[in-house]
């Protein structure tokens, strides 16, 4: 195989995409009461959130450095394609950018390496990836691989709904977007991606399921051309409501497929329990 696509751990990678030899996680590291819990295969999402729960302070994500992308890079493969979350949201893409020019110029063979910007987190990172593989499949050169997906990000559309927004708003993810309704209330924010790739709201309703239904109709108002997309829900220890928002979804739009994933361990420091990511 003469490429690969590092995605960093806020992608979730599909059952599918680990068994392929394609793909290489870049993991990101969560700080919890003093602890460092790496996000990689050993992750146990039912402990991280026990400890979150218990904690009295907010959780700290710290992204991977350049040297540790520069790790990634080395091998055999003429082409190297990075995915990492928002450079809006988090470090990741600028560590991986300064690693591909320091590895580059340490290298004197020529692999080519191209990082994108995801202007995304979770499963739309698992998108773009799977979409850099898809062009490559098709015989795609670099150059087109990369036109192709830069132009698939610009089309991508990300929602969410969480039950708990402390550790977006502790982390200052939320900058910009108006103070929320007191908690007591139980309003519940639907949220999601500009194209720039920093947070907005699109509405709000009071309870989650009221929310999920208000984000699944601001989904299907605005998709479009899905007849040829794949939808991603992510979800963070909900499965059934994973899968009722999947349902409610293929009711009103036709996609090319579906698939759900739970989050990894980033996502799920940051949707919490209950929280619901869907991308298109």
């Not at 795609?140 to 089309?155: A, D, H, N, P």
């Amino acid at each position: 195989m003469d490429y690969k696509i590092i995605v960093d751990s806020c992608g979730e990678l599909t059952q599918k995409m680990k068994k392929s030899g394609i793909y290489k996680t870049a993991p990101l590291s969560m700080q919890v009461d003093g602890d460092v819990i790496v996000d990689d295969a050993g992750f146990d999402q039912k402990d991280f959130l026990r400890r979150i729960a218990a904690s009295p302070e907010c959780p700290k994500s710290s992204c991977p450095s350049p040297e540790e992308y520069m790790e990634l890079y080395r091998g055999a493969q003429e082409r190297v394609y990075v995915v990492t979350l928002s450079s809006e949201l988090s470090g990741s893409y600028n560590s991986a950018e300064l690693g591909r020019k320091l590895f580059l110029e340490e290298q004197a063979d020529k692999t080519q390496i191209h990082v994108f910007n995801s202007r995304s987190a979770s499963v739309g990172e698992t998108l773009i990836a799977m979409k850099i593989q898809e062009c490559e499949e098709n015989g795609y050169g670099f150059e087109k691989t990369v036109e192709v997906t830069e132009r698939y990000i610009e089309s991508q559309h990300t929602y969410f709904v969480l039950e708990n927004l402390d550790t977006l708003r502790k982390n200052g993810r939320l900058t910009g977007i108006k103070s929320f309704v007191a908690s007591a209330l139980n309003i519940k924010p639907v949220l999601g991606s500009t194209p720039e790739g920093t947070i907005c709201q699109f509405g709000q309703a009071r309870g989650m399921k009221r929310a999920l239904v208000k984000m699944v109709e601001q989904i299907a108002g605005e998709a479009k051309g899905t007849k040829d997309k794949v939808l991603a829900i992510a979800h963070c220890n909900c499965p059934e409501r994973a899968r009722e928002v999947e349902r409610m979804l293929l009711d009103r739009i036709h996609v090319r497929d579906s698939f759900l994933v739970d989050t990894a361990g980033i996502s799920t420091m940051y949707a919490n329990d209950g929280g619901i990511i869907v991308v298109i």
